[in-house]
């Protein structure tokens, strides 16, 4: 070492005097040191630093999402650069972390971080591009496959730190679908020679059953084996495993009792590495972990806890000795304890353990030792009476979240020997606590625990009407009718009940008297117990039941929301008056009357039937209004039978049978289907339009020679005639009877678009080139009983097309065609080049069908189902051509008729237009 010092001393000085003079001038002495501790961190530029500096200067939000947004235009283009210098490439991996951890966007850099990946010569680039993809990508990216590419490579890797980075990165990014295409490299690395592979892979395993347990579901002895692993971390990866296997089945794994126990012993008694402390406690997360598991294993398992209560014990002594993070274990320690099969010694210590908790000046403590004591007091509550003074003081404490466990716990702790205490505590804290969700879980423990351990019948009734005078802003309705149903039910014992009752009566009329504004939910009981028993203060003096009715009018005066309570208060005044025998009082007359006229179609009701009833006999009054008869279950026959005299007398009347919903609105149909068919029928009669619908696949047979004339068709258009008062296009004239008679056409195709007309050319010959335009009649298809609207007139714009182009029309048929002339072999583009204005145009389509358009000059072109009849004139054709041009549109394009030779040369066939559209289709609409 001395030679090689003294000649690194050489080669030094040797270096500085062959150096330049003015790279010898650096800084020495504290500023050569500030540049020696600055060149650690040369790898990041200034830029970088300077953008963490103003990051953390930020006032507000504003200014940092300015800097970010220039930060990501800067990023976008750099890494869109063709010249990206792949040194830099960690530092902007860096800075695309930091865009998006505060918000914005950096997915244009999420492909460098997956390529980064890819790089086998830096290792530190690597790493961080693994961070970088753990951080952007999600198990569901379309990035995912390139980074089990990189991932299945990386895992083979000799350099630990690269399957580290690897295994950690699977952890994150992989679904259940790409498990298996790395799980058997991962099961291979449970045997690597390093314990951070190991305890990785074993965190790998734990992650895939996570996700997908049928996946790893052969790999479950891998974890108990991995138990015995000689590192501890490796150990403690496995425990978390086996934790998850054990909540969801302890069953197969109760074997491993006396391991878990046996490791728990050990970090007990600082066998463990120092490494694994912490304040000087030995692995306090791995006992935690094993006393959660030994929780799981000896619930309800006598013989499995039995091996546990020794570890126990000394693990709580040992942990009771410490602060900080022993108080963590010796909670973990009671509520196993509680857990398992309990044991009186262990439970007593536990105790013992926690009762420093409760006495403890912190609240967090103090927290922790109110949890314990309630897990104690489910197993045993006689552990924690000598605690009860320590816990009603915490009701009293300025923590709000401490005064909730309390309650909690004091609502465990409550006998009968103490109910007294616990309630007084509650009812005080219920005038106290502002929060609606505390007051209304208040009110309802009280409510449970003063009729569960009530000590006399006066002290139930005064607690209730206390609690519903504090609470009853709060106070749910079920809560109200079970105090009126323990009321009216009573315990079975009449003296008891009779007791109960009058205490109610006596309790709620002094209320009355002292203020008349009572809660809405203290009412609804106080005007039901005084209605149903106020008899029992009052004897048979009808006064007394008066001046009853008067409290109850009173007290219904001040609801400002009470029509419920306004029809209780007439029902009481009711069953007094039926009572005393002397009617209603002044009071209880004028509310009632009010009550006849109220807007409230039920108050009206019910104050109507009152009157009447009380009109009646005293028998049928005292029948249907009985004294104490609220829990009497009423017999009705669910039938109805009384109502069979009615219905037999119905029936002989005429009266038809009951139809269901369903029935009734099939009936609604079918007339609606009847009324249709015979609109129809007498628009045929009429001698309407009536064209076949079309049909998308369903062929027609072509129609019978013989068909009548007047024949009803299937419809879908009505061309409305001038007899029916429908508008006409300009020009055109009125049709004769004849026309009118004569069968109009029809199109069908079996193709599904408008084919051939079904008539012949004799019959289009006869009628005139009138335009029609009509309107279907709005019906669903196939549904008979659709409802049927009224053809609507042309449109504008169908009328002025027809105005353009019709031309005056003559109302006299027009001769018959003459047969078309055989077509001269010529070739079709040079005749549509050169037409002759003056020559007699040859027929270019004389092979094809002519289904039909009339006659001396007239194109008759049916196009959507409207006939316009055109002068061949305006076509470009010369006057006089005797040709009938037949175009049958099928499908938008012309078809030749069977056995036609086309013109057209055979070098210019495969150029000719498949479709030929409709010149007017944009006018015609």
């Known amino acids: 070492p001395r030679r090689a010092c003294a000649t690194a001393v050489s080669a030094a000085a040797y270096a500085r005097d062959r150096l330049p003079m003015s790279r010898n001038t650096g800084p020495t002495g504290p500023e050569k040191r500030k540049d020696l501790a600055a060149g650690a961190h040369k790898t990041k530029s200034r830029e970088f630093y300077d953008i963490i500096r103003q990051i953390g200067e930020c006032k507000n939000k504003t200014d940092e999402d300015a800097i970010m947004r220039r930060e990501q235009m800067m990023l976008r283009a750099i890494l869109s650069s063709p010249k990206l210098d792949k040194e830099k490439m960690k530092e902007y991996l860096i800075r695309l972390l930091y865009v998006e951890m505060l918000g914005h966007d950096a997915s244009f850099g999420y492909i460098h971080a997956v390529k980064a990946t890819m790089e086998g010569n830096d290792l530190s680039l690597k790493r961080v591009a693994y961070l970088a993809t753990t951080q952007f990508l999600n198990e569901d990216h379309d990035l995912i496959l390139l980074i089990v590419n990189a991932v299945q490579r990386d895992l083979r890797d000799d350099n630990y730190l690269v399957v ?33 592979v190991r305890k990785k892979a074993v965190a790998a395993l734990h992650r895939f059953h996570q996700r997908a347990p049928s996946s790893v579901e052969h790999l479950h002895g891998k974890f108990r084996s991995m138990l015995c692993d000689k590192d501890p971390s490796v150990m403690s990866s496995a425990l978390c495993a086996l934790f998850d296997l054990i909540t969801a089945n302890p069953a197969p794994h109760k074997n491993l009792v006396p391991s878990f126990v046996s490791i728990l012993k050990q970090i007990v008694e600082h066998r463990l590495p120092k490494q694994y402390d912490y304040h000087r406690v030995p692995a306090p997360f791995m006992q935690v972990k094993l006393l959660k598991i030994l929780a799981k294993l000896g619930e309800s398992d006598k013989l499995a806890s039995e091996e546990m209560y020794s570890v126990l014990s000394v693990c709580l002594k040992k942990a009771a000795d410490q602060s900080g993070i022993g108080n963590a274990i010796v909670y973990e320690c009671v509520r196993t304890a509680a857990t398992i099969y309990p044991s009186p010694v262990l439970l007593e210590n536990c105790a013992a353990a926690v009762s420093r908790f409760v006495a403890s000046g912190s609240n967090n403590l103090k927290y922790v030792g109110l949890d314990s004591l309630s897990v104690i007091t489910n197993v045993n509550p006689k552990f924690v009476l000598e605690h009860q003074m320590a816990v009603v003081n915490c009701l009293t404490d300025s923590d709000e979240s401490l005064r909730k466990k309390t309650l909690d716990l004091m609502f465990a702790m409550c006998k009968t020997h103490n109910v007294e205490i616990i309630v007084a505590k509650m009812v005080a804290f219920l005038g106290d606590a502002q929060d609606a969700h505390t007051r209304e879980d208040v009110v309802s423990k009280i409510g449970v625990l003063a009729e569960r351990y009530a000590p006399s019948t006066s002290w139930f009734i005064d607690t209730m009407t206390l609690v519903f005078e504090t609470g009853g802003d709060v106070v749910k309705p079920q809560t109200v009718s079970s105090l009126i149903r323990l009321i009216g039910e009573g315990s079975g014992d009449q003296k008891a009940d009779e007791t109960l009752r009058a205490n109610a009566v006596s309790a709620y009329e002094a209320l009355l008297k002292k203020s008349n504004r009572v809660p809405a939910a203290l009412l609804r ?18 006064h007394g039941h008066h001046a009853v009715m008067d409290l109850l009018c009173d007290a219904s005066e001040t609801q400002v929301e009470g029509s419920e309570v306004l029809g209780m208060v007439c029902t009481a005044c009711a069953k007094l008056a039926a009572r005393g025998g002397n009617g209603f009082s002044t009071k209880a007359h004028s509310l009632v009357s009010r009550n006849q006229k109220s807007k409230n179609v039920t108050q009206t009701q019910r104050a109507r039937e009152l009157t009447a009833l009380l009109k009646e006999d005293k028998a049928v009054v005292t029948a249907a209004l009985p004294y104490d008869s609220s829990c009497v279950e009423i017999d009705f026959d669910a039938n109805l039978g009384f109502l069979e005299h009615y219905v037999n007398h119905a029936r002989d009347k005429g009266a038809g049978e009951y139809k269901t919903e369903q029935e009734r609105a099939l009936e609604t149909r079918r007339a609606n289907s009847s009324v249709v068919s015979g609109r129809e029928s007498e628009s045929v009669s009429s001698g309407s339009y009536v064209a076949e619908p079309y049909h998308g696949s369903t062929p027609r047979p072509p129609p019978s020679e013989s068909l ?13 005639m001038d007899t029916s008062g429908a508008v006409l296009p300009k020009g055109a004239g009125p049709r004769s009877d004849a026309q009118s008679s004569a069968r109009d056409p029809t199109l ?7 084919g051939d007309v079904w008539t012949n050319s004799h019959d289009i010959s006869s009628r005139p080139g009138v335009y029609s335009s009509s309107v279907a009649p709005a019906r669903e298809s196939g549904l008979p009983g659709a409802p049927f609207s009224e053809p609507e007139p042309p449109d504008e714009r169908s009328i002025l097309a ?4 019709s031309g005056a029309v003559s109302t006299a048929p027009p001769p018959h065609a003459a047969p078309p002339a055989p077509a001269p072999a010529m070739d079709l583009l040079m005749v549509l080049d050169s037409p002759g204005a003056g020559t007699p145009a040859p027929d270019l389509l004389g092979g094809f069908a002519s289904a039909s358009v009339g006659a001396t000059g007239h194109f008759g072109a049916m196009a959507g189902g409207m006939m316009v009849g055109l002068p061949s004139a305006q076509m470009g054709m010369g006057p006089g051509v005797g040709t009938g041009v037949g175009m049958g549109a099928s499908g938008g394009s012309f078809g030749m008729a069977p056995g036609a030779v086309s013109s057209i040369p055979a070098h210019l066939r495969d150029r000719t237009p498949k479709k030929k559209t409709d010149p007017f289709a944009d006018l015609l609409g």
């Open 802 to 805: 027809n105005a353009l182009f």
């Open 708 to 720: 009548a004339p007047a024949q009803t068709l299937p419809h879908s258009e009505y061309v409305p």
């Open 525 to 542: 009981v106080i005007v039901w117990t005084l209605g149903e028993f106020g008899g029992l203060i009052c004897g048979g003096d009808a």
């Open 748 to 754: 069908h195709d079996a193709r599904g678009s408008w």
């Open 164 to 196: 580290c980075a690897a295994l950690t990165t699977i952890c994150r990014l992989l679904n259940a679908d790409q498990i298996p295409s790395v799980l058997p490299q991962v099961t291979e690395l449970l045997t690597h020679q390093n314990e951070h």
